[in-house]
Each structure stands twice: as C-alpha cells, then as structure tokens.
C-alpha cells in the first residue's frame, strides 16, 4: 500500500522554526520526484517547494525561498522540509506529495502565532 505520513506540524511563534519529514512506504521512493504543498484557512492549495529524484536539485515558491528548505534521503525513504524565520502567513495544512500528486500524505497542521 502506498503511503506518504507527514509529522513534526504544530504551533510556533513567528520566528521559529519547524522540520516537518514526510516518510514514504509501498513505492520506489527514490525514483520520485517530490513535492510540499499547502493550504491555509480557506485558501486553495499552494506549491511551496519540490525536489526531484535524480540530481536533488531544488526548488522553492518566491514565498518560502532563503526561509524552508527541502531535503531527501533516499536511503530511509524520506522528505524533509526545514522552515525557518516562520510567518503567521505561514499557517496552513503541509502536505506532502509525489510531484505528479497520484500519491499524498494526510497532512499535519503548521501554525505560527504568537
């Protein structure tokens, strides 16, 4: 069974920092490219960040670039995203996905306030 488990959401004051990791079974992970999304309070789903299988090259919407940062580890079958300096703006569901979205996580909560 595929499966893609988002963890490490949760509350933080502006500023702060979280490591949401995104563990992947039932697939070959590393043949993957990958994806972050998110959806805040009653907005659509927004990219925020995506790496691919091969290189690792990376990439970031404008809103996140120089504050998350994403990373894989093929080995344990996991993504990572770093965010750091987080906004309130930054509030929303995190999802993690297959970059062609046939597969995605349950999601976990991120929440920045003070």
């Known amino acids: 069974e595929v499966q893609l488990v988002e963890s490490g959401g949760g509350l933080v004051q502006p500023g702060g920092s979280l490591r949401l990791s995104c563990a992947a079974s039932?697939?070959?992970?590393?043949?993957?490219?990958m994806t972050w999304v998110r959806q805040a309070p009653g907005k659509g789903l927004e990219w925020v960040s995506g790496?691919?299988?091969?290189?690792?090259?990376?990439s970031y919407a404008d809103s996140v670039k120089g504050r998350f940062t994403i990373s894989r580890d093929n080995a344990k079958n996991t993504m990572i995203l770093q965010m750091n300096s987080l906004k309130p703006e930054d509030t929303a569901e995190y999802y993690c996905?297959?970059?062609?979205?046939?597969?995605w996580g349950q999601g976990t909560q991120v929440t920045v306030s003070s």
């Open positions: 996905a297959t970059s062609v979205c046939d597969y």
């Open positions: 039932g697939f070959t992970f590393s043949t993957y490219a």
């Open positions: 790496i691919n299988s091969g290189s690792g090259s990376t």
